[in-house]
């Protein structure tokens, strides 16, 4: 049985012309873009004509391979408050402290991430051809649990918003199912998290600058509320401790 009744106004076009512009930055052909995903270069060009769409372990196959976050690629169907933030005005603040001062907040943020980051030990690379791609369903559940509770959205009322049934929430939520590209979003925009956190733990991230590599752990593995609660801490750390230097 189909879990969903309808998919609420996907934009196909808008989004294979973010696969398409993502694909040209990166200087990559369809032939090689497919080649990289393992799929047929034909399916890459119905994909950015807009009369396809890949599914989500694929859509994080393109991600990874274009080096792009989800949030880029979904950019004009997720709401633009759930993925908007300055990590590098975050950054840049974190930089203007002293040596000292730096290493002091270095500390409290990998406790912040130790205790609070939903990560998984990933494995190790084989060669695609004996291990493909598969998204990890069950952390994927999680992860979308934790954001439904953080939320406190019940699992009736979520359906009820995504057009689709209690039974397909509870399928995600046991790792035993996953939910088109089209209904991710719906469910992203009405649980209010990125997408980026929702697939964090398959997301490769080579697209991350080296001195955001702690903050690639906040915005990757910590639910909206979690990212707020670092981000204030390390904004009041840093606007203190910049006195000292001023």
């Known amino acids: 049985m189909n879990p969903i009744k309808k998919e609420n106004h996907f934009n196909y076009k808008e989004f294979g012309k973010q696969v398409k512009l993502a694909r040209n930055q990166a200087n990559l052909s369809t032939n090689q873009l497919g080649d990289k995903c393992d ?13 396809k769409l890949p599914s989500l372990p694929t859509f994080v196959k393109i991600c990874n391979n274009l080096e792009v976050s989800p949030s880029t690629l979904l950019k004009n169907e997720i709401l633009s408050q759930i ?3 300055d990590w590098n005005e975050l950054t840049e603040q974190m930089l203007q402290v002293s040596p000292i001062f730096h ?4 500390e409290i943020l990998f406790s912040l991430i130790e205790n609070l980051t939903e990560t998984k ?22 992860r979308f649990y934790k954001a439904r509770e953080e939320m406190q959205i019940l699992t009736k009322e979520l359906a009820k918003n995504c057009n689709i049934s209690t039974t397909f929430i509870r399928q ?3 790792g035993s199912k996953l939910p088109s590209l089209p209904i991710f979003v719906n469910l992203c925009n009405e649980l209010h998290v990125s997408p980026n956190y929702l697939l964090g733990n398959e997301l490769e991230n080579k697209y991350i600058k080296d001195n955001q590599k702690e903050l690639k752990q906040i915005h990757y593995h910590m639910t909206p509320m979690e990212q707020k609660l670092t981000t204030d801490i390390i904004n009041i750390l840093t606007r203190n401790l910049l006195k000292f230097i001023l």
């Open 103 to 106: 290493e002091l907040i270095d």
């Open 83 to 85: 993925t908007d933030f």
């Open 172 to 174: 995600i939520e046991s």
């Open 39 to 51: 799929l047929d270069p034909s399916y890459i060009r119905q994909i950015e004509s807009g009369s």
């Open 121 to 142: 030990r990933k494995k190790e690379n084989h060669t695609k051809e004996n291990y493909p791609f598969q998204l990890e369903q069950e952390e994927f559940g999680k």
